[in-house]
């Protein structure tokens, strides 16, 4: 069983940027990053395979969020750039059971964090 705790979140002003952090327990398979804004359903972001061969962005994120992991440290990163106030939403990190490419759909994910918030405003 592999654990994920995530952390980075916090509040930030329109237009900036945050870095957020997922760490396991062990070096994961694929990660994927999703978020979920309160009233709306899960949102996929982005997925990273586990030797960072292969990464995969929602249409709606690519230019703004960065997806990248340090196997060393077991870490998957999501840089964030360019903050909106759409932005704002618990954001998990999750890892798949096996190797997979980077899936956009959450049910191929087997381990999930807790969630970390991110809020964007004034």
């Known amino acids: 069983q592999v654990q994920l705790v995530e952390s980075g979140g916090g509040l930030v002003q329109p237009g900036g940027s945050l870095r957020l952090s997922c760490a396991a327990s062990?070096?994961?398979?694929?990660v994927g990053w999703f978020r979920q804004a309160p009233g709306k359903e899960r949102e996929f972001i982005a997925a990273i395979t586990r030797a960072a061969t292969n990464t995969h962005y929602a249409d709606s994120m690519k230019g703004r969020f960065t997806i990248s992991r340090n196997n060393a440290k077991n870490t998957v990163y999501l840089q964030m750039a360019n903050l909106k106030s759409e932005d704002t939403a618990v954001y998990y990190c999750a890892s798949t059971s096996d190797y997979q490419g980077a899936s956009v759909a959450s049910w191929a994910y087997t381990y999930w964090g807790q969630g970390t918030q991110v809020t964007v405003s004034t």
């Open positions: 062990e070096r994961p398979f694929t």
